[in-house]
């Protein structure tokens, strides 16, 4: 099993920042790719942006060029680097990890930037 706990959620100003957290415990497979979800109220779960092992990365659209995600496989820790927050990136936050098949969520963390 492996267990997934955000921290860095918090109240910010538009164009302000915000840096993210999760940090994965348990049974971690040397290779597995871990990612960022995020939910607004109303809206589905969407992929903010995800992480191989091997560095490999993706981004949603509305973030490309904001935020930026990384991983310490050392620390079994990902991170999220969000500049230029908008309003719209309101959302809580999740963490998620596939690894041989399996996926874990962590319990998610709230993002609030007002305008």
């Known amino acids: 099993q492996v267990q997934l706990v955000e921290s860095g959620g918090g109240l910010v100003q538009a164009g302000g920042s915000l840096r993210l957290s999760c940090a994965a415990s348990g049974i971690i497979e040397s290779r597995n790719t871990m990612g960022w979800y995020r939910q607004a109220p109303g809206n589905q779960r969407e992929l903010v942006a995800d992480?191989?092992?091997?560095?490999?990365?993706n981004y949603a659209d509305s973030v490309k060029g904001r935020f930026t995600i990384s991983r310490d496989n050392a620390k079994n820790t990902m991170y999220l680097q969000m500049n230029s927050l908008k309003p719209e990136d309101t959302a809580v936050y999740y963490c998620k990890m596939w690894q041989l098949g399996n996926t874990y969520w962590g319990q998610g963390t709230q993002v609030t930037v007002s305008s």
């Open positions: 992480i191989s092992t091997g560095g490999t990365f």
